[in-house]
């Protein structure tokens, strides 16, 4: 069965304190990875896709890469804005995404 | 712009209701999805609509009843929902039928009494 899953669960980081969110997943055929951040209450944020093993994509202070079994969300020097859950979703090939858990962020001023 | 909007934000009702969820998208995007989310849970895949015809219905009750009107509408209408339907529901779409990026919406907050 195909799986994603993310680490931490939850990561508490003084504000400027550069970091990584992890997510591996089972290869199976990956067709696209997704990386969403989710403010309380409201929908995900589309934040990067990747397709292929050594792509990586950049905004702001986040950066990703993808490996050929995992994902890394780099932070660089966050801020307390950047405090959310970030969900890593696979596409294996069909119509569907394949969510991790999340890692829940919290920034400290 | 990447923008899907879903009415209402917010919304109660008892068991015996009947109300519909509405969602857009002027992307022209030719997929769209229903997801529902419990607190601290991933989204949880429910309805995919490809080209306008239901393609996926992850055995979701019949309680919950989806429609595709046209290729930017996709409404959800809901019959005797029980108390643990209470979620976010989200709505979805994407470009492509297969790997695309799927754009989500703010979501509508449900509870049911």
């Known amino acids: 069965e195909d799986q994603v899953t993310q680490s931490p669960e939850a990561l508490r980081l003084q504000e400027g304190e550069s970091s990584s969110l992890n997510c591996s997943y089972t290869?199976?055929?990956?067709?696209?990875l997704f990386w969403y951040r989710q403010d309380p209450g409201k929908g995900p944020e589309f934040l990067f896709t990747?397709?292929?093993a050594g792509e990586e994509k950049e905004k702001e202070r986040l950066k990703a890469t993808l490996t050929k079994k995992e994902s890394f969300l780099h932070i660089t020097a966050p801020k307390p804005e950047d405090s959310a859950t970030y969900l890593c979703?696979?596409?294996?090939?069909?119509?569907?995404?394949?969510f991790g858990t999340g890692t829940r962020l919290t920034i400290i001023p | 712009d990447t923008e899907v909007t879903q009415t209402p934000k917010h919304l109660v009702m008892g068991m015996t209701n009947k109300k519909s969820l509405k969602c857009e998208q002027h992307?022209?995007?030719?997929?769209m999805y229903w997801y529902k989310q419990k607190a601290k849970k991933p989204p949880e895949l429910m309805f995919v609509?490809?080209?306008?015809?239901?393609?996926i219905n992850e055995s979701v009750p019949s309680r919950f009843s989806p429609e595709c009107p046209n290729s930017s509408l996709l409404n959800l209408h809901l019959h005797a929902l029980q108390p643990e339907d209470s979620a976010l529901y989200l709505c979805?779409?994407?470009?492509?039928?297969?790997?695309?990026?799927?754009?989500f919406g703010p979501g509508t907050r449900l509870t049911v009494l």
């Open positions: 992307m022209g995007h030719r997929a």
């Open positions: 979703a696979v596409n294996f090939g069909n119509e569907k995404l394949t």
């Open positions: 990747l397709y292929s």
């Open positions: 979805a779409s994407s470009q492509e039928q297969w790997g695309g990026t799927q754009y």
């Open positions: 290869v199976s055929g990956l067709r696209g």
């Open positions: 609509y490809s080209y306008e015809k239901l393609s």
